[in-house]
């Protein structure tokens, strides 16, 4: 099976580090054309110069997901220079903490930041998806969909909202050649995997190697996830072989999760 993005332009958000980063690098390989977004102009320059293509064919957008309007500047700019096949949504995660310490305003950033920067996204996006006949729209969550992780109440609360969202439109869009589905990473060798791990040290008076070692044993497969492997799962759902795949949540978890 050979899987191929020739031909398409693909939009990654987060892509300064990370997942993201990641992701950028296998639909870069796949042949596809990027526009990079984050925050970090400098990060997401050099991200570009290390993929197949370089500068010269991947372009960047400094944007913070959290402002709506620039948001909505930003993707229709992209919309009105030539279609997007590809949309790859990915941001930070929330802070740390329990649902009941989470402030209105912490809720109220991470659906800004998760579901209206998205939605947003989407809206300017698939008018063009539409056209071509070809729309893929990834949203990295986390596995908190299908099982709360305690200590992530914003986290957990937000990631569902974007599934419910995803599973929604998935059936709107599914007969204009669009799917839109989910994938969930289980625990993946980033910095937001290091600040949590920090954070459980810091609550449970326990060293941050001892963490790593009670989550490592969590999980089936006995290790981390690397970026790419959550990146590779991506990169199918962005295929042309992953048509009649739509509105689902993909674990890569390393068999962590113990439900259905
Ligand atoms: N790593 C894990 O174990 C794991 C597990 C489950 C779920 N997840 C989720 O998967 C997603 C990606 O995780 P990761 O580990 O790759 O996270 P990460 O290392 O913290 O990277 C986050 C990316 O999002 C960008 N970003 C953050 N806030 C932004 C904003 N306001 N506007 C624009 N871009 C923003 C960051 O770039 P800038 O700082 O340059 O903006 C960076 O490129 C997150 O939602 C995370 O919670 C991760």
Redesign the pocket.
């Known amino acids: 099976m050979h899987l191929s993005l020739e031909g398409r332009r693909a939009v990654v958000?987060?892509?300064?580090?990370?997942?993201?980063?990641a992701i950028a690098g296998v639909l870069a390989e796949m042949g596809a054309e990027l526009i990079l977004?984050?925050?970090?102009e400098a990060?997401?320059a050099a991200v570009a110069e290390g993929l197949p293509g370089g500068r010269e064919r991947h372009g960047i957008r400094a944007?913070?997901?959290?402002d709506t309007a620039a948001v909505k500047t930003c993707f229709s700019e992209m919309a009105a220079q030539a279609p997007v096949h590809v949309l790859i949504n990915?941001?930070?995660?929330?802070a740390a903490g329990t649902a009941f310490d989470g402030k209105p305003e912490d809720y109220e950033r991470a659906f800004r930041?998760?579901v209206v920067a998205a939605q947003v996204a989407a809206q300017a996006l698939v008018p063009g998806m539409r056209k071509a006949g070809y729309g893929r729209i990834i949203n990295?969550?986390?596995?908190?969909v299908k099982e709360p992780i305690p200590g992530l109440g914003v986290?957990n609360t937000i990631r569902a909202a974007v599934a419910s969202w995803a599973k929604t439109l998935s059936r709107e869009l599914a007969s204009q050649g669009i799917t839109v589905n989910n994938v969930?990473?289980?625990?993946?060798?980033?910095?937001?995997?290091d600040?949590?791990f920090r954070q459980r040290a810091q609550h449970s008076g326990n060293e941050v190697e001892e963490v790593e070692r009670a989550a490592i044993a969590q999980v089936p497969a006995g290790r981390?996830?690397r970026?790419e492997e959550i990146a590779w799962a991506v990169g199918f759902l962005a295929s042309p072989q992953a048509a009649y795949i739509s509105g689902i949540n993909v674990p890569v978890d390393g068999g962590r999760m113990a439900s259905l």
Do not use: M, W
């Open positions: 958000c987060g892509a300064s580090r990370g997942i993201g980063k977004v984050a925050r970090d990060a997401l944007l913070d997901l959290l990915n941001t930070g995660g929330p930041q998760h990295i969550t986390s596995t908190s986290s969930l990473p289980g625990f993946t060798s980033t910095e937001r995997l600040y949590l981390f996830a970026p």
